[in-house]
């Protein structure tokens, strides 16, 4: 993003509403979807197994973006960028909702995964400009955003299922409010379309960028698990029935909300470097609660404070990450989200393995040690 573009014809708020907009945008179809696949599922007759596959499609579309998005950002821009994702993320979701038959679902999905990712990179490339004009931590609370999306996303999805209504119509309502909201609000994002020079589409990161896709990376892992496996580890270690099995998800959904609406301000108070090495160690100290003490309430406990661990990690990364001096805010938010989304993929199935060659405690415990990564890592970076 050009250093010239600070000037607004318009509040510095308005900006700031806008940005936060296209954060809890695409946090809303995320939800949308992940509240239908069960449904989806059962409409296309997929086994267990073969819906595992299929969900793959994902991140091969995200990782199959990756190469893309810094060229993207540095040729049109985060805010024409943006724009184009959520229409294209938007679509990809209806698609879902439409699609008839196997192959056709898994284009879709791969198109989903691919405009994730690359409206992931512009909205945030957006949010590091608008930190820039304000001055002081705010990157935090439009994760927050998203997170609140992912509420109100499953509320609507559940309220659908409960009134049978299909996945299709069910996307073309969330496709139609995308709309409206992406009309309202892209006149305030930040314009950093104009030429500059853009440089190569490809820049090797630095070994300062390098640790903080590793931080990323770290956190992602513990994130990751969290979300494919709580709701396992709560069954099959703690033998929770009916609803209490979703409790630890829930838990850390509620921290990880709360801490990042918090966090910006303890970042402005505290520093970032202290705000990641505490986050590392409320990692690593919610999940040992978990695995020593395996009742529901101290997991219960545990799992809260994972929440608040992982909640401010990979914002405050991608704040640091967006003021590179070497590379341009786009290129650099591509190039650590590119490492630590390759936590957010391995972790879950290495969770897996680990868990049947020894135990699903012990797995839990190797979480851990990736959080006392992001403290031991986080005390190396300059911040």
């Known amino acids: 993003m050009s250093e010239q573009v600070v000037s607004l014809s318009y509040p510095k708020q308005y900006l700031r509403l806008a ?13 949308s979807w992940a509240s239908r696949i069960a449904t989806i599922q059962q409409t296309l007759h997929l086994s267990d197994a073969g819906l595992g596959a299929i969900l793959f499609s994902i991140p091969v579309g995200l990782m199959l ?6 060229w993207f950002i540095s040729h049109i821009g985060s805010r024409k960028l943006a724009i184009i994702g959520l229409l294209v993320y938007a679509i990809a979701l209806v698609g879902l909702g439409a699609a008839p038959t196997v192959p056709l679902l898994i284009t879709c999905m791969v198109l989903y995964g691919f405009a994730s990712n690359t409206v992931n ?5 957006q949010a590091v400009a608008t930190e820039k004009i304000y001055g002081k931590p705010i990157m935090a609370s439009f994760h927050g955003l998203w997170s609140l999306a992912g509420f109100g996303g499953a509320a609507i999805g559940t309220l659908m299922i409960g009134k049978s209504i299909i996945p299709l119509h069910h996307f073309v309502l969330i496709f139609t409010a995308i709309m409206i909201g992406l009309a309202i609000c892209q006149r305030y994002l930040l314009d950093d379309s104009t030429p500059a020079e853009v440089g190569p589409a490809f820049v090797l990161p630095d070994r300062p960028l390098i640790k903080l896709g ?15 496996w709580s709701v396992i580890y709560f069954k099959k270690v703690l033998n929770a029935e009916g609803a209490w099995m979703g409790a630890g998800y829930t838990c850390f959904m509620c921290t990880m909300a709360m801490g990042r609406f918090v966090a910006d301000w303890f970042a402005a108070r505290f520093g970032l470097k202290q705000i990641l090495q505490l986050s590392g160690l409320l990692t690593a100290s919610g999940l040992m609660v978990a695995v020593i003490f395996p009742h529901l309430y101290t997991a219960m406990l545990g799992f809260l404070l994972v929440g608040f661990g992982v909640s401010s990690v990979v914002p405050m990364v991608y704040s640091v990450a967006g003021r590179s001096k070497t590379m341009s805010p786009g290129m650099a938010l591509a190039a650590v ?4 989304f390759v936590g957010f993929l391995i972790g879950p199935p290495v969770i897996g393995f680990v868990a ?3 135990s699903l405690r012990m797995s839990f415990i190797l979480i851990a040690v990736m959080g006392l990564c992001v403290t031991g890592i986080s005390s190396k970076v300059k911040l």
Do not use: H, K, R
Not at 19 to 31: E, K, M, N, Q, S
Not at 65 to 70: E, H, K, N, R
Not at 337 to 340: C, D, L, R
């Open 65 to 70: 973006s990756l190469p893309f998005a810094g």
């Open 19 to 31: 940005v936060g907009a296209i954060f809890f945008l695409p946090g809303l179809i995320f939800a």
């Open 337 to 340: 989200s590119t490492i630590g």
């Open 121 to 125: 990179i512009a909205v945030n490339t």
């Open 356 to 358: 049947q060659a020894f």
């Open 214 to 228: 590793i931080i990323a990376f770290c956190s992602l892992i513990c994130e990751g698990a969290m979300f494919d």
